[in-house]
């Protein structure tokens, strides 16, 4: 199923200092490659998005956001669909922020204050609650943690990109490299260099943290870990645990309790 472009609404004005626009993008469409004359917060409250920007492609779920710098060409589209919120904020307001594209954990506390702002968004400001509402909201951006990478996404390859989404519909699907290969007609030997090329890591790497991005996902939207197990393909409810553990530092249960008070990030 091919991809749909959005139109971007007409008249945009500038932030001052941050406007919050809410929409919802349905599955399969996207926003074509544009920059702004200001910074952009690019979030989902909830589904995810695609984000492409300089020859990079990557995932993000409710838990990450990415900040976009004033002028840096990008695209933003959503696989299954996704509740789109863009925080778009004037180079003023933005100083001390990175200058670069940067992904970061959004906690509870910061998807909260987005969720307000957007509530506010076109109302008049009587009595400073929006001001205070956009002060606390560029603080958290200020003190929110860069992450490491979110997970990559193939930007040019169509083969590649069926791949993928093939396996983010279904983490569990069992096929190898060999048998992915001949599903895409080229050898096995092919297909890793292909993959490492474009996506900037092995295929075992690539699932193995979609693995985990999708089980951050499932917990957060209420799947017990025995589910959560199962529908990543794991053998057993305990070879998950170790394995999110290897990789977090902690279980699963200890992340979303982390998460409920507050204090996690992906």
């Given at each position: 199923m091919?991809w749909?472009?959005?139109?971007?609404?007409?008249?945009?004005?500038?932030?001052?200092?941050?406007?919050?626009?809410?929409q919802?993008?349905?599955?399969r469409?996207?926003?074509p490659?544009h920059?702004?004359r200001w910074?952009q917060?690019?979030?989902?409250?909830?589904g995810?998005l695609t984000v492409?920007v300089?020859g990079r492609?990557f995932v993000i779920?409710?838990e990450?956001?990415?900040?976009?710098?004033?002028?840096?060409?990008h695209?933003v589209?959503s696989?299954?669909?996704a509740?789109?919120?863009?925080l778009?904020?004037?180079?003023e307001?933005?100083?001390?922020?990175p200058?670069s594209?940067?992904?970061?954990g959004?906690t509870?506390?910061?998807?909260?204050?987005?969720?307000e702002?957007?509530?506010l968004e076109g109302e008049?400001?009587r009595?400073?609650?929006a001001?205070r509402v956009?002060?606390?909201?560029?603080?958290?951006?200020r003190?929110?943690r860069p992450?490491p990478?979110a997970l990559?996404?193939?930007?040019?390859?169509s083969s590649l990109?069926?791949?993928?989404e093939?396996l983010y519909a279904?983490?569990?699907?069992?096929?190898g490299p060999?048998?992915?290969?001949?599903e895409l007609g080229m050898?096995?030997?092919?297909?890793a260099?292909?993959?490492?090329?474009?996506?900037?890591m092995?295929?075992r790497?690539?699932?193995?943290?979609?693995?985990l991005f999708?089980a951050i996902e499932?917990?957060?939207?209420?799947?017990?870990?025995?589910?959560?197990a199962?529908?990543?393909?794991?053998?057993?409810?305990?070879?998950?645990?170790?394995?999110f553990?290897?990789d977090?530092?902690?279980?699963p249960?200890?992340?979303?309790r982390?998460?409920r008070?507050?204090?996690?990030?992906?």
């Open positions: 091919a749909a472009a959005i139109e971007a609404p007409p008249g945009l004005a500038p932030p001052q200092p941050m406007t919050v626009r809410a919802s993008i349905p599955a469409h996207y926003f490659e920059r702004h910074n917060m690019a979030y989902a409250i909830s995810v492409a300089e492609s779920s409710p990450q956001a990415v900040w976009l710098p004033t002028g840096l060409r695209r589209g696989l299954l669909g509740e789109f919120r863009s778009w904020i004037a180079d307001a933005g100083r001390g922020l200058v594209p940067t992904v970061f959004v509870p506390l910061l998807k909260a204050l987005i969720v702002a957007t509530e008049e400001d009595d400073g609650y001001r956009t002060d606390l909201i560029l603080d958290q951006l003190r929110a992450l990478g990559p996404w193939p930007r040019g390859d990109t069926a791949l993928c093939a279904d983490p569990a699907d069992p096929r060999e048998a992915w290969g001949r050898s096995e030997r092919t297909l260099r292909r993959f490492e090329a474009e996506v900037g092995s295929l790497s690539w699932r193995r943290r979609l693995r999708k499932l917990l957060g939207g209420g799947l017990d870990v025995t589910r959560t199962m529908e990543l393909g794991y053998g057993s409810t305990s070879a998950f645990v170790y394995a553990r290897t977090m530092g902690c279980s249960q200890a992340y979303m982390g998460r008070g507050g204090m996690g990030t992906v």
